[in-house]
T-cell receptor, first 113, second 115 residues
Framework: GNSVTQMEGPVTLSEEAFLTINCTYT??????LFWYVQYPGEGLQLLLK?????DKGSNKGFEATYRKETTSFHLEKGSVQVSDSAVYFC????????????FGTGTKLQVIP | EAGVVQSPRYKIIEKKQPVAFWCNPI?????LYWYRQNLGQGPELLIR????????DSQLPKDRFSAERLKGVDSTLKIQPAELGDSAVYLC?????????????FGQGTRLTVV
């Protein structure tokens, strides 16, 4: 079946540090890939997405590139801020008609001043 | 535009009691989802509606969970009776399913604690 594996947290970084959160997936065909963010006390928000191989999703300084050869969709940001502290979820929706969104377990990011 | 609205935000009940959650999706969204998110885990789909029809309820524990979406708009999710292991955040999401659109919008969730 479809699955998403992301690096375990928590990840603690100093402000302005470089962020990478690894995500790999297992799915048949060409799934759509997503990163969702969940700020404390809030619901899930779509951060970025990519729908085909080699696409790069970007938003709010975050980027992720759909790498089919390595089945990966790693999240990166060049300089994190305290306000980026949240839980980040990698997710996929398989191709071929409707398919449910499958989420990873989430990675908690804490950015300290 | 209002987002997905859920209520209540928090609920504490004793085991064996019933509980219900309500969701109002984004206006015009034909697809509605209920997810359960256990502590430290990602959300897992419980049920998906296309308009008023439940088209994927394979992960819904039907012995105690039920859901409905009257008139294809608002939805309720019910648990009766609740068990300790039902403690989780219940998330509602909606989307407008059309070609090329794959985004679901989530509500803030209802945090259920069963004691």
């Amino acid at each position: 079946g479809n699955s998403v594996t992301q690096m375990e947290g928590p990840v603690t970084l100093s402000e302005e540090a470089f962020l990478t959160i690894n995500c790999t997936y297992t799915a048949t065909g060409y799934p759509s890939l997503f990163w969702y963010v969940q700020y404390p006390g809030e619901g899930l928000q779509l951060l970025l997405k990519a729908t085909k191989a080699d696409d790069k999703g970007s938003n709010k300084g975050f980027e992720a590139t759909y790498r089919k050869e390595t089945t990966s969709f790693h999240l990166e940001k060049g300089s994190v801020q305290v306000s980026d502290s949240a839980v980040y979820f990698c997710a996929l929706r398989a191709s071929g008609g409707y398919q449910k969104v499958t989420f990873g377990t989430g990675t908690k990011l804490q950015v300290i001043p | 535009e209002a987002g997905v609205v859920q209520s209540p935000r928090y609920k504490i009940i004793e085991k064996k009691q019933p509980v219900a959650f309500w969701c109002n999706p984004i206006s015009g969204h034909n697809t509605l989802y209920w997810y359960r998110q256990n502590l430290g885990q990602g959300p897992e789909l419980l049920i998906r509606y296309e308009n008023e029809e439940a088209v994927d309820d394979s992960q819904l524990p039907k012995d105690r969970f039920s859901a409905e979406r009257l008139k294809g708009v608002d939805s309720t999710l019910k648990i009766q009776p609740a068990e300790l292991g039902d403690s989780a955040v219940y998330l509602c999401a909606s989307s407008l399913m059309r070609q090329g659109n794959t985004e679901a919008f989530f509500g803030q969730g209802t945090r259920l604690t069963v004691v």
